[in-house]
């Protein structure tokens, strides 16, 4: 039975939950086209911003942008040209590949992300007056969640600690290599400036 209906939604805890989710979800899409509508430009676009700004040059491509933000190729294309006529972004042609390019943030683009990027501030602002033990139940709650899609293969997250190479486990405990250091369940990443493929050959 579907979690939108209302005996059913309401007689379940699960399917209240689920619901409750997808109510969040909105709440995000509402208030990135607030920012959107606010610049004249797409919430992708506006995403786009924020994450090149947030991430280092060779995750900057459209194949990479695409994978991260589950459209097609052609999206992000369109939404690049878009972003350069506006003198947001520029290109970085490979010099071994005219066709490939990575891309970067033009000081105009960096000062339309200073003014977009705190778009989900009237969440973070609720979640500061949660206490530390709730917002730790919250995080782990969010973090299974995560991980279980992305086994799930709905959602294609590659830079958390379960992916990582760096991380290691023994029993309950969770550890990084790298940092060196026990990963309580509040350590855990889902996107890690460190983070190593462990499917990938080094
Ligand atoms: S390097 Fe980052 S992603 Fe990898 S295990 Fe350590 S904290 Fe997690």
Redesign the pocket.
């Known amino acids: 039975m579907s979690v939108f209906n209302l005996i059913t939604q309401n007689e379940n805890l699960d399917n209240k939950i689920v619901a409750g989710l997808e109510r969040l979800s909105q709440v995000f899409k509402v208030l990135l086209w607030e920012k959107a509508k606010e610049h004249s430009l797409s919430p992708i676009q506006i995403q786009l911003l924020i994450f090149i700004h947030n991430h280092t040059q060779e995750k900057s491509t459209v194949s990479y942008l695409a994978k991260e933000f589950n459209v097609t190729k052609p999206t992000i294309s369109d939404a690049v040209r878009i972003l350069e006529a506006k003198n947001m972004i520029e290109k970085s042609i490979d010099l071994n590949d005219s066709r490939s390019y990575t891309i970067l943030l033009t000081q105009f683009g960096k000062r339309i992300v200073l003014e977009t990027e705190d778009f989900p501030s009237p969440v973070t602002k609720i979640i500061s007056q949660t206490s530390e033990s709730d917002k730790e139940i919250i995080w782990k709650s969010i973090s299974d969640l995560i991980i279980g899609l992305n086994k799930s293969q709905i959602v294609d997250i590659q830079?958390?600690?379960y992916n990582?190479k760096?991380?290691s486990q023994v029993g309950s405990e969770h550890f990084?290599d790298?940092?060196v250091m026990k990963?309580e369940d509040r350590d855990i990443?889902i996107d890690?400036p460190?983070?190593?493929d462990k499917s990938m050959a080094y």
Do not use: G
Request: hydrophobic share 35%; net charge positive; aromatic share 20%.
């Open positions: 830079r958390t600690c990582c760096f991380y990084c790298l940092l990963l990443r890690c460190e983070f190593h």
